[in-house]
């Protein structure tokens, strides 16, 4: 369960990103970046998020099988298409849905396998 709140705090931390770059500038340096991960409470608050993210995952890989939560983690590419449509409007179409499905089903083959 620990994995899977992991995947929702890591989407929320690309969001975060996605949406802090905005304020950065059409062509900022590597330093201008690097001072914007501190100033663009945005940035900051996404890079807060993937450490607490990193947190979560240690603590579900204390217990859990990495061959199992590994796949479980890219759930996190199924909450970020989901958040981009929603919040930034990007498009879908068949490739996308196809690979979410891919991930969502392979996602279930593997937890299935797990509880045998």
Known sequence: MTVVFCTFVN??????????????GDHPSMVETAIGMVTIPL?????CL???SA??????????????LNPVFTLSYVW???LSVMI???SMNAFKIAGVAT???????????SRR
């Open 80 to 82: 970020v298409t989901i």
């Open 103 to 113: 991930i969502i089903g392979g996602v279930a083959v593997l937890g299935r396998a």
């Open 50 to 52: 993937y450490a607490l």
């Open 55 to 68: 947190v979560l995952l240690v603590m579900a890989l204390r217990k859990g099988e990495l061959s199992l």
């Open 11 to 24: 989407a929320a931390a690309q969001v975060l990103l996605k949406k802090g770059t905005a304020l950065l």
């Open 43 to 47: 940035l900051f608050e996404g890079y």
């Open 88 to 90: 930034f409007h990007d």
